[in-house]
């Protein structure tokens, strides 16, 4: 009987998700109120709770893991394809699946030989300690969810994978609308539907999906741990999910799709859900979050590259107007951070930053403009930069204290010769540090430091990125994923890294066009070409104050969809529910966005009491892998461990020496000795060292101006008509005050 009923009501669900999914029209805030009316809060919370979805699992033999097919994580989706989600859940918590509703498992992993459509059943008392050793049961397992949206693209929806379940997490994988992502109209006419924050909002809607039915008991995990992670525009989103936990400023776009746990009452929002007959509160919120190459914040992004770029005095820019562009630029960067008011405590930092030997005070952190104090970094210094570079010092400092867990390196003494292999084994850390500052080594081919350990989007169960027209993650553009051994500053420029002819990058499709999503990403950051889009200075500035007052004037909602995009609006915000703690990872050598916006993210988290870490990792490209003994594993075990009362305390497993040597026959690491310090553990050099290795070692040259002008994350600031609009308010400002300067040099 309790079949036939759930069968019925399984059809009445879909029957209605039909009819309302011809109700949608993202440009009318009232035209979804007769679908909203029908969308109850009892009726939205019926409809998914996963026990009612004719759920289908598949269970994997050979990982141990049960998964759960594509769902839709809402009653409303725009796209249903794009809108869904899919779990992964470690075999050790599952006795089996209940196909008829009697609460027993009829099918095991014993059993099954196919998908099997019914409920999971919970082995509540089962444990599985990581590969770390720490301890987790079906009720406290972490749950990890991953944001695609490389390039802030559209994602299908994915099959979860079992990436992590011998840790004993929970692995969600959810689809997006992202820039590409259309609808058609009645009168059979395309829109576009993929503008901010509707991927934002899909992740978010996700997890409330998620947590909703582990509060029900369909799902194991629990609520309280969830982390969020992903690589170059997930790497964003990653950071946003966690930035922007439980702020209300998204609850309307929740709520228009149909959202568990958050639901329009009037003018307020109701954010509980019902369970056993009680209210509850449910959260789209963050534990924690681990993001690899993180592409945001965008609003100052542009200002911050030509900022970073322009503290290089040797730095060749392709044309005199984007060097100008850059010098206006760090002059609106400065005073942009100068107005923040932004101050560290040193204890939370780390570092030393007054030059008093303790870490007892708050520092105020400050650009400072100085033509003779600071020449050799075109004018810059202060608190701020010093800051950047104590974290720049620390990121090589961390690389050289790992290099035990370098297992198959060739090393090399002063005369070019390979080390026998007891010499290998008689090495002391401090003596492979010194050989890698020198130069005397050669990385192995199939070492820790080149797998794949804990990297997200293409290795957590989503399909390889590169659908849709986009390059996977991880590759600069033509391919190149940064230098491998770093630069040596004022050492001359890398073969094809920046140039004047824009031989390097040119990522423009074959037609040439560029401000749609099928063009790809964007100009050649290499191009002589001030812009391909315009003819004329005055052209372009007309375009970027109308698409900029389109914006500034708000959405069907009333909000600026560029700052909803800006994790700095959220953080610490009182609206806010901030992580207990984040870890973004940049790669030193790449050029998709300025290490200060990572710096940036990390001081709004340090004061608003989050426990942020930030490494750039040496010699690292875009989107780099965990290296050295290092995994994402291995850092959320560290954090349940020292936040979780009663959680293992976890430590780093002891590195297995090298004792046999590689095989190179020559050394290719970089001699960095002539700018990097290594004195007792000690690394240092110099702030215009610093600007110079990210200058040379980025696998883009930046700032090319039609990077600023359409960069591929631009369309997702589009509209129902506009694929892509001109956003950037602080490249505007410097166009109108410097026109008369501007117009002379451009093109």
């Avoid at 369970?275 to 911050?304: N, P």
């Avoid at 293992?648 to 297995?656: L, S």
């Avoid at 694929?723 to 505007?732: E, F, G, S, T």
């Amino acid at each position: 009987m309790r079949e036939i009923i759930l069968r019925i009501l399984t059809i009445s669900v879909i029957i209605s998700m039909i009819v309302l999914s011809g109700c949608t029209n993202s440009d009318d805030p009232d035209s979804n109120s007769a679908a909203s009316a029908a969308n109850t809060k009892e009726e939205i919370e019926e409809a998914l709770d996963l026990s009612n979805m004719n759920a289908e699992w598949t269970y994997s033999e050979e990982s141990n893991a049960w998964t759960l097919t594509p769902v839709t994580a809402v009653t409303d989706p725009e796209i249903e394809d794009e809108q869904g989600v899919s779990v992964c859940v470690p075999g050790a918590y599952v006795k089996g699946i209940d196909t008829d509703g009697d609460g027993e498992a009829d099918e095991t992993s014993k059993t099954v030989s196919a998908s099997v459509t019914g409920d999971l059943v919970i082995d509540h008392d089962a444990t599985i300690t990581s590969t770390n050793g720490q301890v987790y049961t079906a009720d406290s397992a972490p749950v990890i969810v991953n944001t695609g949206a490389a390039g802030y693209s559209e994602q299908q929806n994915q099959t979860a994978q079992a990436t992590y379940a011998e840790e004993g997490y929970i692995n969600v994988v959810c689809g997006n609308r992202g820039k590409q992502s259309t609808t058609t109209d009645d009168r059979g006419e395309s829109a576009y539907t993929g503008d901010a924050p509707s991927c934002l909002v899909d992740q978010k809607n996700a997890v409330r999906f998620v947590k909703y039915n582990i509060l029900l008991g369909n799902l194991p995990g629990s609520v309280n741990y969830f982390v969020s992670t992903g690589g170059s525009g997930g790497g964003a989103h990653a950071v946003m999910l966690a930035a922007t936990s439980d702020n209300s400023d998204y609850y309307a776009y929740e709520a228009e799709a149909g959202a568990v746990g958050v639901y329009k009452d009037g003018d307020s929002y109701v954010t509980t859900v019902t369970i056993d007959g009680e209210e509850t509160e449910l959260s789209d919120g963050m534990w924690g979050c681990m993001a690899y190459s993180a592409i945001t914040s965008l609003q100052e992004a542009d200002m911050a590259m030509a900022f970073e770029y322009y503290l290089d005095t040797d730095y060749d820019f392709n044309t005199d107007f984007q060097k100008q562009m850059a010098e206006y630029l760090s002059e609106e960067y400065m005073n942009y951070i100068n107005d923040k008011d932004l101050s560290i405590e040193e204890k939370a930092a780390g570092f030393d930053l007054d030059g008093d030997s303790k870490l007892e005070s708050t520092v105020d952190l400050k650009i400072e403009y100085d033509e003779e104090k600071y020449k050799d970094t075109n004018g810059y210094g202060g608190t701020y930069l010093d800051l950047y570079l104590a974290e720049f010092q620390q990121s090589l400092a961390d690389y050289l204290d790992r290099l035990d867990y370098a297992d198959s390196w060739t090393w090399f003494d002063s005369d070019g010769k390979a080390l026998s292999d007891d010499e290998v084994t008689e090495m002391t850390i401090e003596d492979k540090a010194k050989a890698f500052v020198e130069g005397r080594y050669a990385k192995g081919t199939d070492s820790s430091e080149n797998s794949m350990n804990g990297i997200p989007d293409m290795m957590n169960g989503q399909a390889a990125e590169g659908q849709n027209g986009q390059m996977p993650e991880g590759q600069a553009p033509d391919g190149q994923s940064g230098p491998q051994n770093g630069e040596i500053p004022n050492g001359g420029t890398p073969p094809d890294m920046h140039n004047k002819d824009g031989d390097q990058g040119d990522t423009q499709n074959d037609s040439g066009e560029v401000g749609t999503p099928d063009a790809g990403t964007t100009q050649s950051a290499g191009s002589s070409t001030d812009s391909a889009n315009y003819d004329s200075y005055e052209e372009m500035l007309k375009a970027y104050q109308e698409d900029i007052e389109g914006i500034q004037s708000g959405d069907q909602y009333g909000n600026n969809i560029v700052d909803l995009y800006d994790p700095l609006n959220y953080i610490g915000n009182d609206d806010t529910n901030d992580p207990t703690w984040t870890r973004i990872l940049m790669g030193a050598s790449e050029g998709d966005i300025s290490m200060m916006s990572s710096l940036n993210m990390q001081i709004a988290w340090l004061n608003a009491g989050t426990d942020a870490e930030i490494e750039w990792q040496w010699d690292g490209g875009h989107v780099p892998s965990e290296i050295l003994g290092d995994s994402l594993s291995l850092y959320v075990d560290t954090m349940y461990g020292e936040y979780v009362d009663g959680a293992v305390d976890i430590e780093k497993k002891q590195a297995e020496k090298q004792s046999e040597n590689g095989d190179a026959e020559e050394a290719t690491g970089t001699d960095i000795s002539d700018w990097v310090s290594f004195d007792d553990g000690d690394v240092s050099f110099t702030l215009s060292d610093a600007a110079s290795y990210r200058t040379a070692g980025a696998a883009k040259s930046i700032p090319g101006f039609d990077v600023m002008d359409y960069g591929q994350e631009d369309y997702v600031f589009g509209s129902s008509t506009q694929d892509a609009r001109h956003w950037d308010k602080y490249v505007l400002k410097v166009m109108e005050e410097n026109a008369d300067t501007l117009k002379k040099l451009f093109n």
